[in-house]
């Protein structure tokens, strides 16, 4: 047993030791404090992902799975938060100028995020490269680069087919549409009969995609593949406008001008339209909800199919809202973050996400086009076709700034819309636009 | 049997006042009407486009209820905006009383250019703070947290109360404090036993505005918190009942219901204070 002494002499601390151990404490108690966190020993290492809640909500449910179970894995805490789409824009917004927030982030509607943030988003070349091989390559690279770097990784789009009423195409004697102009007969005879051709011409994503669609169906398009030429004054232009305008007087009601994005597909569960232009979203609702199709006691789950977007004169092209995914340049955790979303966009995983989407979401992935779950239902049979043919609004522009901006502030529904209801004639109308878009363009130009 | 001399005095108030306070009552009632109407129709029903929209035909269903409570975290966001409503309300009210005496009392240098300038902050728009403001939130480390919005709310909810109670205590006679600074009272005293009690009407009429603003306030409570748990009810029930284009009409009307309840029941027992002239009797 020691002596009562040499316990004492033990615990006796010597001034210099003394003054040693309290100024390394206050060196690192001023660090910690300077640098706001705690030291790397001491820290919970955590990784936030803010998203859009999914139109179909197991796909959030089954990406939370995955998150957590990468986590659980890594040893990091994660946190999956999930907000309206039309709230992302003010999110993103206050995230950037806080230079603070969640380190992965859901970028879009388009592309064009990545220019208007590109210097706060950090490059995923390496992510892009390791993902692409083992998903049978990105279906149109070129598009998703962003001054030349992979800025975002392309995530998913809801592509656009026609959903369309058998029951009523049945009763008015039409098989098969196909063009825009079949869809304008189907639309004319369905609305004699009280079932109108509905598709949005105000304020929404919708009528962005469905115009867009039209217009280079019809061979025309905004801007030139070098990104600075406006194009959208030429003939082609005004014969799509025309084709929108018999549309709008002998297929359509006049609410189409106050439709947003859910009306549509309220408009066919309802029982009124006879077909949208639209991702499978109503289809979806309609069979959770079992809708039934007014005076019968079908429902309209059961009456309704899925066809390939129109074909126009000139070609069939489509766009959609193409969702991405960043990592802020700002975040402390973009190693982690990279890691997951390799981690995410392994084929097995990328795999059971699009199962639990029920093939809403498609990824721009070519192994994916041919995923099982769109021979699972007969509705899903034209997704991949649809997607396909799907490019981005800009096209053939590339995405940026600017295209986005005539897509936020909607100049094609408009331009359109101007002109089908008799406010502007065709010429007058294209002007209009030219103008704002050369004026957008010429503001959002780059200087050197 | 009353005479039919009395009819008329009797009937009087029916077109004097009751017919035309009708189109108000029905015009602020409606939107309440139409959103539990909404909550309590089925999903088929909701769809027909051929349903009169303002009677329920095909059957109640308190399905959407139902959802709200069990697949969403409703009550934790009724909760959270209850806390920081309050929470928000009461910094503000005190802040707006210590404000508003001294802009209303005392002389200093200033005085009416600090009265001006609180006006003027009142009409900044939050869509206009936001941005600032997350900076400053970041920097406080307040995000994701409900602090961040006990702390931001009062930015614009001071300025309002300092500005509606100064109103107020103007139209308090400054002999009354006066005659409690005689009898011994200081400027705290005088403010606390004397000026505050005339003044209940004011400042639950603050309060119940600076209450309201908090309640629904929708920009900073989406901006500064994130997680799911500790968003407020604006936020929570938009961004989990409004899938893409699936709007869960039923639902969100249920949300609306349940949300209108404590405004509601706040308006119902202090709108007598609210209304009364206490001021009065308070000088005789």
Not at chain 1, 360 to 377: A, C, G, R, W
Not at chain 1, 397 to 412: H, K, M, N, R
Request: net charge positive.
């Amino acid at each position: 047993m020691a002596s009562p002494r040499t316990v004492l002499e033990s615990r006796r601390v010597s001034r210099r030791h003394f003054l040693g151990a309290a100024a390394g404490g206050a060196a690192g108690l001023g660090g910690i404090l300077a640098a706001g966190r705690a030291p790397a020993v001491a820290q919970t290492r955590e990784l936030t992902f803010l998203t859009v809640a999914s139109f179909v909500p197991e796909t959030d449910k089954e990406l939370k799975r995955q998150f957590e179970e990468w986590g659980a894995r890594n040893k990091v805490k994660v946190r999956l938060d999930i907000i309206a789409h039309l709230q992302l824009v003010t999110k993103k917004a206050a995230e950037v100028q806080a230079r603070s927030g969640h380190d992965l982030t859901a970028l879009g509607p388009g592309l064009g995020d990545a220019d208007l943030y590109f210097d706060y988003l950090a490059d995923l070349n390496d992510v892009a490269g390791d993902v692409a091989p083992k998903n049978g390559g990105w279906l149109n690279p070129n598009d998703y680069l962003i001054r030349g770097k992979w800025k975002l990784l392309p995530w998913w789009m809801p592509p656009f087919p026609m959903a369309v009423r058998t029951d009523l195409l049945e009763e008015i004697g039409e098989k098969n549409p196909d063009t825009w102009e079949d869809w304008l007969r189907v639309g004319k005879k369905g609305k004699a009969i009280g079932h109108p051709f509905g598709t949005a011409l105000g304020h929404s994503a919708d009528a962005n995609v469905t115009l867009l669609s039209i217009l280079w169906s019809y061979g025309g398009s905004y801007v030139a593949k070098d990104g600075r030429t406006i194009t959208i004054n030429s003939k082609e232009t005004r014969q799509a406008m025309e084709f929108v305008k018999r549309l709008y007087t002998e297929a359509m009601d006049p609410e189409v001008l106050a439709w947003d994005d859910a009306s549509n597909n309220r408009c066919l569960n309802a029982g009124k339209c006879i077909a949208i232009h639209n991702p499978i979203s109503a289809y979806e609702s309609a069979k959770k909800d079992k809708v039934i199709a007014p005076g019968t006691q079908r429902e309209i789950a059961d009456v309704i199919d899925h066809v390939n977007t129109p074909r126009g004169p000139v070609d069939r092209k489509a766009t959609t809202g193409f969702w991405c995914v960043g990592i802020w340049n700002f975040s402390k955790n973009q190693d982690l973050a990279k890691d997951f979303l390799r981690y995410h966009f392994q084929p097995d995983n990328l795999s059971r996400w699009v199962d639990a989407g029920h093939g809403f979401n498609m990824p721009f992935l070519t192994n994916l086009t041919k995923h099982p779950v769109y021979k699972s239902d007969k509705q899903y049979r034209y997704i991949p076709e649809v997607a396909k043919v799907s490019v981005p609004p800009s096209w053939p522009g590339p995405t940026t700034a600017a295209s986005q901006q005539v897509w936020d502030l909607y100049i094609i529904p408009d331009m359109f819309a101007q002109h089908a209801t008799g406010k502007m004639t065709a010429d007058q109308a294209i002007a209009w636009a030219e103008k704002e878009m050369q004026e957008i363009y010429a503001g959002r130009k780059r200087r050197p | 049997m009353s005479s039919p001399a009395r009819w008329p005095r009797r009937i009087r108030p029916l077109f004097t006042l009751y017919l035309p306070v009708t189109p108000f009552v029905f015009f602020a009632l409606f939107p309440l009407y139409f959103m539990f109407v909404t909550s309590l129709k089925k999903n088929a029903e909701l769809y027909d486009v051929n349903a009169a929209p303002f009677v329920i035909r095909h059957g109640v269903t308190f399905g959407h209820y139902e959802l709200l409570s069990k697949d969403t975290l409703f009550w934790s966001w009724f909760v959270n905006s209850l806390l920081v409503s309050v929470a928000a309300t009461v910094i503000s009210v005190v802040l707006g009383i210590l404000a508003a005496y001294s802009l209303a009392r005392l002389r200093f240098l200033g005085a009416n250019s600090f009265g001006v300038a609180i006006f003027i902050t009142y009409l900044v728009p939050p869509s206009l703070l936001f941005l600032p403001l997350s900076t400053v939130v970041n920097r406080l480390g307040l995000s994701d947290s409900l602090w961040a919005l006990v702390v931001t709310y009062p930015t614009f909810l001071v300025p309002f109360c300092t500005w509606l109670l100064m109103g107020y205590f103007r139209t308090v006679p400054k002999e009354i404090e006066e005659c409690a600074m005689l009898d011994g009272c200081n400027r705290f005293q005088t403010l606390v036993r004397i000026l505050l009690p005339v003044a209940v009407p004011g400042v639950i009429c603050a309060a119940l505005f600076a209450f309201t603003l908090s309640w629904n306030e929708f920009l900073y409570s989406l901006v500064f918190v994130s997680p799911a748990e500790l968003k407020t009810m604006t936020v929570g029930v938009f961004s989990e009942l409004i899938r893409g284009d699936i709007y869960y009409w039923g639902e969100l009307m249920a949300g609306a219901c349940l949300g209108s309840l404590p405004i509601v029941i706040a308006y119902v027992f202090f709108l007598d204070y609210y209304v009364s002239g206490l001021t009065a009797g308070a000088v005789k």
